[in-house]
């Protein structure tokens, strides 16, 4: 991998890690839709997002070329299928969380995510480890069980996140479609659900009297996620697993400084046990970065 693409690949890494933390702020402004609600929307509107980058990257035929290659291709469709599963399954909890009191879980599964995809890395791809993602990793996983120690907190949103991700991105790098082609097919297989929950819901009626949501602010969720995605996985592509996996720390980060800033709460004392070794892992992976692309240069 040479320099631009690692370049790359990590900025593309912090700018989706961002992107996401401020869609869980922007959730606030979606009241009184829960957290079906919100997921069955943000389909339906990634969709229009999504072919519109699929417009100006010029990419619509390799996209139809793709579904067709679903019918020519079982396996591919249940490749799809798989993928299409587990990512409609974290987009859900990752907006039904914070609604239903589980961030706590839902950011511990965050934390252990990416050890989890270093793990991956390290065992299943064989990836070295230099002594900066090591000692990132050790002060990571140190975070970690100071978490565990204070809030006794490992519910089964913590392991959906933590163990759903992986085996997803393995899946996901067995197909070799374009990042943009292939999340506008997961997200085309999840409308049929997405729209049969905004029927049985009465979605449509819930909003009809708020102009600013169904001109705006659901629009805004789509794009707004869909480029987030996009970055997301162009950066789980490029970039190695444990680096990959290292980089993802800046979103629970992200989502700290969003929920003290826009969200008006504070970082008790007895957390910062946790979050010190979680930015000190952050530093070292910077460290890392820097050294790797001084390499490839």
Same mark, same amino acid.
């Given at each position: 991998?040479?320099?631009?693409?690692?370049?790359?690949?990590?900025?593309?890494?912090?700018?989706?890690?961002?992107?996401?933390?401020?869609?869980?702020?922007?959730?606030?402004?979606?009241?009184?839709?829960?957290? !079906?609600? &919100? /997921?069955?929307?943000? =389909?339906?509107?990634?969709? *229009? @997002? #999504?072919?519109? %980058? +699929?417009?100006?990257?010029?990419?619509?035929?390799?996209?139809?070329?793709?579904?067709?290659?679903?019918?020519?291709?079982?396996?591919?469709?249940?490749?799809?299928?798989?993928?299409?599963?587990?990512?409609?399954?974290?987009?859900?909890?990752?907006?039904?969380?914070?609604?239903?009191?589980?961030?706590?879980?839902?950011?511990?599964?965050?934390?252990?995510?990416?050890?989890?995809?270093?793990?991956?890395?390290?065992?299943?791809?064989?990836?070295?480890?230099?002594?900066?993602?090591?000692?990132?990793?050790?002060?990571?996983?140190?975070?970690?069980?100071?978490?565990?120690?204070?809030?006794?907190?490992?519910?089964?949103?913590?392991?959906?996140?933590?163990?759903?991700?992986?085996?997803?991105?393995?899946?996901?790098?067995?197909?070799?479609?374009?990042? !943009?082609? &292939? /999340?506008?097919?997961? =997200?085309?297989?999840?409308? *049929? @659900? #997405?729209?049969? %929950? +905004?029927?049985?819901?009465?979605?449509?009626?819930?909003?009809?009297?708020?102009?600013?949501?169904?001109?705006?602010?659901?629009?805004?969720?789509?794009?707004?996620?869909?480029?987030?995605?996009?970055?997301?996985?162009?950066?789980?592509?490029?970039?190695?697993?444990?680096?990959?996996?290292?980089?993802?720390?800046?979103?629970?980060?992200?989502?700290?400084?969003?929920?003290?800033?826009?969200?008006?709460?504070?970082?008790?004392?007895?957390?910062?046990?946790?979050?010190?070794?979680?930015?000190?892992?952050?530093?070292?992976?910077?460290?890392?970065?820097?050294?790797?692309?001084?390499?490839?240069?």
């Amino acid at each position: 991998m040479n320099h631009s693409e690692t370049a790359h690949g990590i900025s593309m890494s912090v700018v989706a890690s961002a992107l996401f933390a401020l869609l869980t702020g922007y959730v606030v402004l979606l009241k009184p839709l829960d957290g !079906l609600d &919100i /997921f069955a929307w943000r =389909i339906f509107w990634t969709i *229009p @997002a #999504a072919f519109v %980058l +699929l417009l100006y990257f010029k990419r619509l035929p390799q996209f139809f070329n793709a579904l067709y290659s679903l019918v020519k291709q079982p396996v591919n469709a249940l490749l799809f299928l798989s993928t299409t599963s587990m990512l409609g399954l974290q987009m859900w909890v990752f907006l039904w969380a914070p609604i239903n009191g589980y961030t706590l879980d839902m950011s511990l599964g965050y934390f252990l995510l990416p050890v989890m995809l270093v793990i991956v890395g390290r065992y299943y791809y064989k990836e070295h480890l230099d002594v900066f993602q090591k000692i990132a990793v050790v002060c990571a996983i140190t975070g970690i069980i100071h978490e565990l120690w204070m809030t006794h907190a490992f519910s089964w949103v913590t392991l959906l996140i933590a163990l759903g991700y992986p085996p997803y991105f393995i899946l996901r790098r067995r197909i070799k479609h374009e990042q !943009l082609i &292939i /999340f506008t097919m997961e =997200i085309l297989l999840l409308l *049929p @659900a #997405a729209l049969m %929950l +905004l029927v049985t819901r009465n979605a449509f009626g819930t909003i009809a009297e708020r102009p600013d949501m169904y001109l705006m602010l659901l629009p805004g969720m789509g794009i707004l996620s869909t480029f987030a995605f996009f970055c997301f996985l162009k950066a789980s592509y490029t970039l190695p697993m444990s680096l990959f996996g290292i980089l993802s720390y800046f979103e629970p980060i992200f989502i700290v400084l969003i929920a003290i800033t826009l969200l008006g709460e504070t970082l008790a004392t007895q957390q910062l046990g946790t979050y010190i070794p979680i930015w000190l892992s952050v530093g070292f992976t910077m460290l890392h970065s820097i050294k790797r692309i001084k390499k490839t240069t």
